[in-house]
């Protein structure tokens, strides 16, 4: 971590013990690789509690996926999150793919329906018989039940004795929640219903969609506690470090222009300034959100990892001389013998829904 990252001390509004997590995606070329390896390491330094990494429309990315995730678990210390989409998935696919994932250690999962390709439908056969999120998070569930039915531990004393655990292995399932609304949802009270689908079928977390504004996220929370959604909820947090990347993330979330931030990067004519604007929101926002009551920050990094570092940093939840020593997400719950069947399909753009 550089010296800039590691200097400054903790703000009282954002504790060092918030936990954090960051997205990455895989990389294309041999040169991107051996960056993203070190880009992890670093990442890793600072105690996240998680690195996802995404998962290209229709397995594009399967094998470079999977690379990467093997790299996290066996090169850091750090808990790997695999990305899983439904859209262009038969069953079938997917269960190959879950046990593969589960084979290579990986015990955390962020379930989403994914975007269907342009041009096409709802009811496309190409889009897969998974249909929602929701499925796909009991889908996980049965995988891992039917992979490890039950575990045998020796018994002292008893050489030839085994005693038989019908509890499995953690699994953390976690989904995505859009606290402006999905682009494709009617109102408010399908998007917290579609929240609460997710919940029935087994998810453990969620991460929402960017947003600009501590008090989006904030009335979301509240609406969905009301409603009883009861699993932690993670704020998305994207550093807009350009005018370009601004227009990008708005044309794929379908967010609201956020005027301010806007007009300061666009009056800004250097790179310098503009990535210095962009932190400086981020931070603010963060250190809104966790005064607010998050129970963490997740930030998409996009595969570098200065500026998500600094905006920690200045939000103060990065201990000044070590990684996080104590998580304060839920651990992933045991992983239920019977899912909960039936739950409504649900929709989703940039993620899933």
């Known amino acids: 971590m550089s010296a800039a990252v590691a200097s400054t001390g903790a703000d009282p509004a954002c504790p060092p013990s918030t936990p954090f997590s960051f997205e990455l995606y895989p990389p294309k070329t041999d040169a991107a690789t051996t960056a993203l390896h070190s880009t992890i390491d670093t990442l890793a330094a600072a105690g996240p509690e998680f690195i996802s990494v995404t998962y290209g429309a229709s397995g594009s990315s399967r094998t470079s996926s999977l690379d990467v995730l093997r790299y ?20 079938a696919q997917a269960s190959s ?37 929701g499925e796909l998070v009991q889908l996980i569930h049965r995988v ?79 609406r969905a506690r009301e409603a009883g959604v009861e699993f932690p909820i993670l704020p998305g947090i994207m550093p807009v470090t350009s005018p370009g990347r601004l227009r990008r993330i708005l044309e794929l979330s379908g967010e609201e222009l956020p005027a301010e931030l806007s007009i300061q990067l666009e009056v800004e004519p250097t790179a310098q300034g503009q990535r210095e604007i ?33 905006v920690l940093d200045r939000a103060g939840a990065l201990a000044p001389a070590a990684p996080l020593a104590t998580s304060q997400l839920p651990p992933p719950t045991i992983a239920p013998t019977s899912p909960a069947a039936g739950t409504p399909a649900g929709t989703h753009p940039t993620k899933d829904s």
């Open 72 to 91: 996290i678990r066996t090169a850091t210390r750090v808990d790997p999150m695999a990305h899983l989409t439904c859209v262009g998935s038969s069953h």
């Open 278 to 310: 962009g932190i400086s929101h981020a931070a603010a926002l963060a250190k809104k959100l966790i005064a607010g009551g998050a129970p963490g920050l997740h930030l998409y990094a996009f595969n570098q990892h200065e500026t998500v570092l600094a």
């Open 97 to 133: 793919l879950i046990r593969e994932f589960l084979d290579a250690g990986v015990r955390s999962f962020l379930a989403l329906r994914g975007d269907p390709p342009a041009g096409s439908t709802e009811g496309d056969a190409f889009l897969g018989d998974l249909h929602s999120a």
């Open 144 to 222: 891992q039940a039917e992979r490890v039915p039950y575990q045998e531990t020796p018994i002292p004393g008893l050489p030839q004795a085994r005693a038989v655990k019908t509890e499995r292995e953690h699994v953390r399932i976690a989904v995505a929640a859009f606290p402006n609304g999905h682009p494709r949802s009617r109102s408010t009270a399908q998007d917290i219903d579609t929240l609460l689908a997710k919940q029935a079928a087994g998810a453990n977390l969620a991460i929402t969609q960017l947003f600009f504004h501590a008090d989006h996220y904030l009335s979301f929370i509240q």
